[in-house]
C-alpha cells in the first residue's frame, strides 16, 4: 500500500462516524480530500458541512455538498481532519497546509474529532514535523526571537499566506515532551494567532490507515 492508499484507508473508515443529519466539520489537506471525496458518496445523509480553509470548501462544492458558515451551524457534532504528528495521547501537531488556525476553530466548535492519518504519523514524542505557528507580519521578528528562547529553530514559510492573511513560521528542532504546557506558552508570545499544536484539546479518536487498512486508536 501506498502512503495515501493508507490516508485514504484512514478516511474510509471515518466514514462510520458520519450520522444522518449531521453537520460536519471538515479538515484541510491531502487525507481530509479524501475523506471530502468519499463524503460525496453520502452527501444525503448529512444537512451539511463547514470548512476549514477555502481550498476544502472549494473541494465540498465541487462535489455539490452544502457549506455552511460556521456562526450559523453552530455546535458540530464531528470534525474529520488529518495531522502532520501524533503521540499516543492524540496531542497532534498540524498546520503542514498552513490551515491551523481554521482547523483550531473548527475543532473547537466539534463535540467529536476524529483524526485520520496513515500510520507514519504516529510518534512517541512531538516535534520532528516542524511546528507551524500562525504570526500576524508585523510580529515576525519578535515571534522568531522568542522561539529561539523556546529552543526552537523558525524559518519563515517563503511565498505563503494564510486564508486569514498572516504568516507562517515553521519551527524546527523542538522536542515537545509537553504539548499542553508549550502550547500554552507559544500562544501566549503577542502576535501568534495560534500554533499547531492540539493539545489543549486533543483528537478524540485517531484513525490509522497502514499496510493491513484502518486501526483506530483513542
Ligand atoms: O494540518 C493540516 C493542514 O493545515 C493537515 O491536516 C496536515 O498537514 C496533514 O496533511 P496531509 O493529510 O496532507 O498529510
Do not use: W
Amino acid at each position: 500500500m501506498t502512503q495515501d492508499e493508507m490516508k485514504k484507508a484512514a478516511a474510509e473508515a471515518a466514514l462510520a462516524y458520519v450520522e444522518a443529519g449531521m453537520i460536519v466539520g471538515i479538515g484541510t489537506g491531502s487525507t481530509a480530500n479524501h475523506f471530502i471525496d468519499l463524503l460525496a458518496g453520502i452527501k444525503g445523509k448529512i444537512d451539511g458541512t463547514v470548512a476549514s480553509s477555502i481550498a476544502s470548501a472549494k473541494r465540498l462544492e465541487g462535489h455539490g455538498i452544502r457549506v455552511m458558515d460556521l456562526n450559523e451551524a453552530g455546535q458540530l457534532s464531528l470534525y474529520v481532519d488529518g495531522a502532520d504528528e501524533s503521540n499516543e495521547h492524540l496531542h497532534l501537531v498540524k498546520g503542514g497546509g498552513g490551515a491551523l488556525t481554521r482547523e483550531k476553530i473548527v475543532a473547537g466548535a466539534a463535540d467529536k474529532f476524529v483524526c485520520i492519518a496513515d500510520d507514519t504519523k504516529l510518534v512517541k514524542v512531538l516535534g520532528k514535523f516542524p511546528l507551524p505557528i500562525e504570526v500576524i507580519p508585523m510580529a515576525q521578528a519578535l515571534v522568531a526571537r522568542e522561539m529561539v528562547k523556546l529552543g526552537g529553530n523558525p524559518v519563515l514559510r517563503e511565498g505563503f499566506t494564510t486564508d486569514n492573511g498572516n504568516i507562517i513560521l515553521d519551527i524546527h528542532g523542538m522536542e515537545i515532551t509537553d504539548p499542553v504546557t508549550m502550547e500554552n506558552r507559544i500562544n501566549q508570545i503577542p502576535g501568534v494567532v495560534t500554533n499547531g499544536l492540539f493539545a489543549i484539546r486533543p483528537a478524540d479518536v485517531l484513525i490509522l490507515g497502514g499496510p493491513d487498512g484502518a486501526r483506530t486508536v483513542g
